[in-house]
C-alpha cells in the first residue's frame, strides 16, 4: 500500500505545504483548496501504481519508475505553486523547481530504459545522465533567483523581478531542446532494440510536438512566455515518463499514431484561434464555434491521418494479420500455403518470398508465383536457433546481427547465411519439446528497422504454425524413429547404466570443482614455459596413465594435477587430493580399507597424492600395485580405477636411488615426469599472478580489489622468487593487508620487509621504510 511507502510522505509534505502558503496568500480562493485535496491523491495513486510488481520479471527499470515519480510529484509542486497569488518569488521559485523536476526526471528516465534482452546491449552513451545534469543546472539558477528575492531582505536584492521571467523562459526554451536532442540521441543509438526503438520514437515525436507548439504560442503571445513554457515542459516531460513506463512499448506506437494525427491537425487550429481570439475579442463567440467545428473534423478525420503513420505503411503488419488468419485451415499442407502465400504479398521484389524451415526433419517449404508449395531439403545454421531463442518474440533480425558482428565474431557465418538468403529476420517455432523451424521473412525493398508490432504478429503467427508444422512432421518423425529403435535398444540400456553411475558419482560437481582449482592455472599461462607445461600435462593425461610433477620449493601442485585431471578419460570423476605430509595418511590400513581408502574414494576419477616421497614404503607400496592391475575398468563395472598424479620435489630416479620411493612406482612414473617451472621460468606469468593475487587479497580483506603501482610492480617482476608460489603469496597477502590506498606500493612493499633481488644478487639500494603508526589505542583499564 501506498500509505507503507517511506517515500511518500515527503514529496506530499512538501505539496501541501505550498497549498497552504497558497491559502494563507488567497484565503478567499477555491482554488488552492481543490489543490490541497487533489495533489496528494493523484500522488498516493502515482505510488501505488508505481510499486514494483511482487512477483515475475519486471520490464520497466526500477530508475524509471522513480523517474515517474519524480515527474508527477514536479508537477504537482507546480500546480501546487501557481494556485497562489501570481509575482509571487516563493512561489515562483516552487513553481521552477517542480518543472525542473519534471525535465531532470523525464531525462533520467530516458536514459534507464530497460533492454527486452537479445544479443544488442544498450549503448553507454544512452545511460550518460549529461542532459539530466545540464538541465538540472539550468532550473537550478532559474529557481535560484526567485528564491533568492523570496529569501533575503528587499534591501540586499537588487534583481529586477524580470530577471526571473527571463530565466524561467530561458530554462523552459533550453529544456524542451535539451529533451529533443535527448530523445533523438536515444532514437540514434537504440533504434535497433525492439521495444526501445518505439518508445524512443515516441518520445522523440512527442518532444518534437511540444516543442513546435509550444514555442510559437509563446512567440504569438498567446499567453505569458514564464507561464506557457513550463507548461510545455512539464507536459513534454510527462509525455515523455509515459513513454518510458508504460508496460507495452506496442501501446506507445499505436497510440502516438493518433496523437501524432490529432496534434498535426489541431494545433494549427488551435494556435489560430488563439491567436483570433486575442486580436478580435468582439468575435469570440464566432471563433469558438468556429474553432469546435474545426475540432469535430480533426476527430473524424484523424484515424484516416493515422494510418499511413504505420511502419512501413503496415504493409508486413497487414500480410502477416492474413497469414494469420490462412493458418486457420484444418488441412495442414493448405493452411502452410495459404500464410505462405499471403506472407509473398508484403514485398513486390522478384525473387524475395518468405520461408518455412523445418526443424526435424531438415526441410525448406515454399510458396512459387502460381501459388504451387514446394519442399526443398535444407538445413539452417544451428546457431540460428540458440540466439533466436533468446531475443526477444523469438525474433532474430540481419540489422541486429550487422550491429553486433564487430564485437562478436561468432555471429558472422550467421550474418552472412542471411545475405546469401537475402533474409531480414528469422521467427522461432516452438512448441513444448522445443524449436519445431523458423519463418524466414524476405528483405525485399525494405529499409525500415523492423517495428515490435511486427516481430510480435510474426511471433503470434508462428504460435499459431507450431501446431501445423507439429502434425506435418509428425509422420516423418515416428519413421525415423521405428527404424532407430531395434539398432539402438542394447545401446540405450548400456548408456542407461553407466549413466546411471555415472549420476551417482556427481561427475558434474567433481567436474566443476576441479576447473575451480585448474582456473589459476590457465588464467596466468602466457609464459613459454607455462604453456609448454600445460601441454605436456594434459598430452600425458590424455593417455590415462600416471603422472609424476616435480615440484620446486612452493609452488602449489594441485591446480596442475587439476588440469591432468580434466584432460583425462576421467575428467567427470572425482577429483581427490591427499597431502603426503600429514600422519593421517601414514597408515596402510587406511589404504586397503573399503571405506576410507583413498583409491576406492577417487575411483572413476583422479588421485593426487603431494609429496609422495613422503610417504612410508608400505603406503608406496600399495600405489604401485594400484597401477600394476591397470586403469581399465572391470567387465562387471563401467567406472574405471582412479588414475595417479603424484608430486615430488627430486626427480621419482633419485628418489628411488635414495630409498626414499620404491623402485616398482619409479618404474611406472619414467616415462610421464613432468618438471613443473618456478616462478624465475614464468616472467610472462608474473604480471598476471601479481595482478590476480592482489585482487583475491583485497577483496578477502577490504571486500574490494586492489591494485599495483608501476613502480612497485617492477620490483616484483625483478625478484627471483626462490619461494615461488608460497613466497609471492605471501608477500602479496601481508602488503595488501597494511596497504592503505587501492594501489600498493613500494613502500607498502618495504613494510612487509621485501627487498628484491636481480639476477646478480641483491640490490644495492634496499626500499625505503615507512614506519608504522600504532593503529589500536590503548585500552581502557580495568575497575577493580
Known sequence: MTLSVRSFWLPSALVAYVCFAALQVRSGSVLPWIALVGLPLVLAETWRRTQRPPRGVDPIDPAARSALRACVWGAALWLAAR????????????????????SVAALVGLARIAPLGGILAPHTGTRSLDAAGFSALLWAIAAALPATRALLPAQLVRLDPLAVDYATTSAGVASLLVLVAATARLKLLRRLELGVNDRAAGALALSITSLL??????????????????????????????????????????????????????????????VLAQQASRHAGAIVLATSGLAILVGLIARAVARPLGPEQSRWLDAIDAASRGALQPEPDAAIRAALEALSKATATAGARPELWRYHPEEVLSVDIAGYLHVEAGKAPPRLYELALAEPERTLRAEALQAVQVRRAEVRPLLEWFDSRKAFSATLILDEDGPLGFILLPRGSRRAVMALEEARAARILADRISALLAVSSALARSRRRELDATERAAELERERRRLEQIIQQSSGKNRLWAERIADSIRRTAYSAAARLTVDQVERLARRGGPIALITPPGVDATGWAALAHLASPRGGGPFLVVDGTRGAEHDPDRWQSDEHSPLILADGGTLVVLAVDSLPLAVQEILA????????ASDDSVIPPAGLTLSSSRHPGELAASARL???????????????????????????????????????????????DSAALRLLLDHRWPGNDLELRDVLTRAACLTAGKLVSMADLANVGFRPDTEHGVTGTPLPVVPRLRSRGRRTPRGR
Do not use: Y
Open 625 to 632: 600395485r594400484h597401477l600394476a592391475r591397470g586403469t581399465t
Open 83 to 102: 494556485s497562489g497569488p501570481s509575482g509571487h518569488a516563493a512561489f515562483d521559485a516552487a513553481a521552477n523547481l517542480g518543472s525542473g523536476t519534471c
Open 662 to 708: 620404491v623402485r616398482s612406482l619409479e618404474r611406472s612414473l619414467h616415462d610421464a615426469v613432468v618438471e613443473l617451472p618456478p616462478l624465475m621460468d614464468r616472467a610472462e606469468d608474473l604480471r598476471a599472478l601479481v595482478l590476480d593475487q592482489l585482487a583475491r587479497a583485497g577483496l578477502e580483506v577490504r571486500g574490494e580489489p586492489l591494485g599495483v
Open 213 to 274: 507548439v509550444v514555442v510559437p504560442a509563446a512567440a504569438l503571445d498567446v499567453a505569458a512566455p514564464d507561464r506557457v513554457l513550463p507548461i510545455g515542459v512539464i507536459l513534454s516531460a510527462l509525455c515523455c515518463i509515459w513513454v518510458v513506463t508504460t508496460r507495452d512499448p506496442t501501446t506507445v506506437s499505436s497510440a502516438l499514431r493518433g496523437i501524432l494525427a490529432v496534434v498535426i491537425l489541431g494545433a494549427p487550429v488551435t494556435l489560430l484561434a488563439g
